[in-house]
């Protein structure tokens, strides 16, 4: 019902800028809440940050990463982005794209569809 396509990821320095895209089609992209996931080799998937479906764009991020990483959406362009100001070697990972009609704002969302994932791979 919803194809999501990431790019922006590939080989980064540590300190550098980066910034994910996830472009959206399908049913109406302003409908679902947006949000992003990474993953690295034998660790499990852990949450990024969430957006909202509207209104205000409410966001909501993983301790781990508040302060370091924003995320925005363009309704217009049917996007959503992922920023970081000063990335790190830990910050290796395929980052992934996700949607759903609702959203949650406490660390227990669980999106119902999912982009293929980007890899960013950050040296020294």
């Known amino acids: 019902q919803v194809q999501l396509v990431e790019s922006g990821g590939g080989l980064v320095q540590a300190g550098d800028s980066l910034r994910l895209s996830c472009a959206a089609s399908?049913?109406?992209?302003?409908?679902?809440?947006m949000g992003w996931f990474r993953q690295a080799p034998g660790k499990e998937r852990e949450f990024v940050a969430v957006?909202?479906?509207?209104?205000?764009?409410?966001?909501y991020y993983a301790d781990y990463v508040k302060c370091r990483f924003t995320i925005t959406r363009d309704n217009a362009k049917n996007k959503v982005y992922l920023q970081t100001n000063s990335i790190n070697q830990e910050d290796t990972d395929v980052y992934s794209c996700?949607?759903?009609?609702?959203?949650?704002?406490?660390?227990?969302?669980?999106?119902?569809?999912w982009g293929k994932g980007t890899q960013v791979n950050v040296s020294s």
């Open positions: 399908g049913r109406t992209f302003s409908s679902y809440a």
């Open positions: 996700a949607a759903d009609p609702s959203a949650r704002y406490d660390g227990s969302w669980y999106p119902q569809y």
């Open positions: 957006i909202s479906v509207g209104g205000g764009f409410t966001t």
